[in-house]
């Protein structure tokens, strides 16, 4: 109930309070909620551990009926924002050093694994050639390039060899935006 000193009593402490303790609600006649800041505070808390289970249901649902949404912000975050990103890379980097050294060795296997016995000579040259042409052209244009396999190592459905006619290079946006695809 509203009065003349701008006062409210909580429906959950059952103290009188400041109209500036609770919450905005212009739905109501007064403008506030019902319970005041602490005491909503607490039943939002208690209510989502609750509710926990059915909240990540339909938060995994509503993501899944809407992942081209949240795959276009995070990419326009990121290339809005590609400073932080680096730094926040770099930062990832530096705490899981023994992370970042298993991924990079498991992605030096899938490429011995990748690359046939069967390889001349002269089909190296060719793999080495695209492995520089792609740093000359970082050089050259000032975008980053990278030597992308066009059928991936490790694909969802193929996958392909480490060979010289399996390779190509593309700037490295391109590449990653690709992605493991074909």
Excluded at 64 to 70: G, T
Excluded at 75 to 90: D, F, H, V
């Amino acid at each position: 109930m509203l009065m003349e000193n701008k006062v409210k009593q909580c429906t959950s402490c059952e103290e009188t309070k400041e109209l500036s303790l609770f919450e905005r609600d212009s739905r109501k006649l007064d403008g506030v909620t019902r319970r005041c800041l602490a005491c909503a505070k607490e039943y939002k808390a208690r209510w989502n551990l609750e509710n926990r289970e059915r909240q990540l249901t339909l938060k995994r649902k509503y993501y899944q009926e809407h992942k081209e949404v949240f795959a276009l912000r995070s990419k326009c975050w990121k290339a809005q924002n590609i400073e932080k990103k680096r730094a926040s890379n770099r930062d990832w980097n530096r705490r899981n050093k023994s992370l970042k050294n298993l991924y990079s060795f498991m992605r030096r296997k899938r490429h011995r694994q990748a690359t046939p016995s069967w390889l001349t000579e002269q089909d190296y040259m060719k793999i080495a050639s695209l492995y520089i042409l792609a740093k000359n052209a970082t050089k050259l244009w000032t975008v980053d390039h990278q030597v992308d396999h066009i059928i991936p190592l490790s694909g969802k459905f193929v996958s392909g060899l480490h060979v010289p006619w399996n390779l190509q290079v593309l700037p490295t946006d391109l590449n990653r935006v690709k992605s493991n695809k074909v």
